[in-house]
């Protein structure tokens, strides 16, 4: 009786030592992983394109803005298939703590019951992003839905993240945030859940909307009202909410990815200042929520 009395507490003090090593050990490396996200300089822009559109959707506008960059931006694309998992292409370059991050999905299709699905999509692939990257803060792009994407994200995944990774700017391109409705007096579903979701948005982000005005109310696709209907899901909620429309030459809904007024609008309001090369000079239309109209030349 007394040696089995005797084994079992010696089984137990050999437990209890393996527990505190393995504890120490996952304590270790916990707290090491923190360390290399919280001194990271590593400070990516991420990029969704919109229904139809591949991984290749900003090619054009990555060489345009790596043009006379004495430090372009690696160029990195990630498509997320229907069985959850991803697919990596391009590479990072030494040095570079600015890549363009471009995350695309095999279902890339319209409605709204694909948006929510390719918001938990981008989710994982975001999730590996951070994990493979090591990041604590970065900027988003979205042209068409890939603005709805990312509202999709923030309002219901992003909040996983936030204590760690900052969301700093977004921008949001042509994004129909009511779908094809000219007026907010005709709601879409998805526009009423994303206001009623609105204060899960974290509050310290600046926010950028841009509408192309082929015409005076339209890009050619998306209507203007549609675009602007996504104030009432960011205004007032964010540290800063501008409006901005572009026109001339490539304001048509799918040229507004390199549309040069563009380029120059990620230049100033997206990438960190020492990544800017030499600006263009371009026309824009700017409303800010918190300043006077402005027309810039």
């Not at 209890?16 to 916990?30: K, Q, Y």
């Not at 690696?74 to 570079?96: A, E, N, Y």
């Amino acid at each position: 009786m007394k040696i089995k009395t005797w084994v079992l507490t010696a089984l137990g003090i050999i437990l209890t030592i393996v527990l505190v090593i393995v504890s120490l050990n996952w304590s270790r490396n916990n707290v090491s992983d923190l360390m290399r996200v919280h001194n990271s300089k590593m400070s990516p822009v991420i990029m969704i394109p919109g229904s139809s559109a591949t991984e290749n959707r900003f090619d054009t506008l990555v060489k345009k803005l790596n043009k006379n960059n004495r430090n372009p931006h690696s160029l990195i694309k990630v498509k997320v298939t229907t069985d959850d998992k991803l697919h990596f292409s391009g590479r990072l370059r030494q040095g570079d703590n600015e890549p363009i991050i471009v995350v695309a999905f095999e279902n890339n299709h319209d409605g709204y019951s694909n948006i929510k699905k390719q918001a938990r999509w981008f989710n994982i692939a975001f999730k590996q992003l951070t994990k493979q990257y090591n990041f604590n803060n970065f900027k988003g792009i979205g042209h068409s839905n890939g603005g709805l994407i990312y509202t999709a994200f923030l309002e219901n995944y992003y909040s996983s993240y936030s204590n760690q990774i900052k969301i700093k700017q977004l921008m949001t391109i042509g994004s129909p945030y009511n779908f094809n409705e000219k007026s907010v007096h005709h709601k879409t579903q998805m526009l009423s859940d994303f206001i009623e979701d609105k204060k899960k948005i974290p509050t310290s982000l600046s926010v950028y909307f841009v509408a192309g005005t082929e015409t005076y109310n339209s890009d050619g696709l998306v209507p203007l009202g549609s675009v602007m209907a996504g104030k009432y899901i960011y205004q007032g909620q964010v540290k800063h909410f501008t409006t901005i429309s572009v026109s001339g030459s490539d304001a048509q809904h799918s040229d507004l990815p390199q549309n040069d007024q563009i380029i120059d609008l990620i230049n100033r309001y997206i990438l960190d200042p020492q990544q800017k090369p030499q600006g263009r000079q371009g026309q824009q239309g700017r409303q800010d929520s918190h300043s006077p109209d402005l027309d810039g030349k």
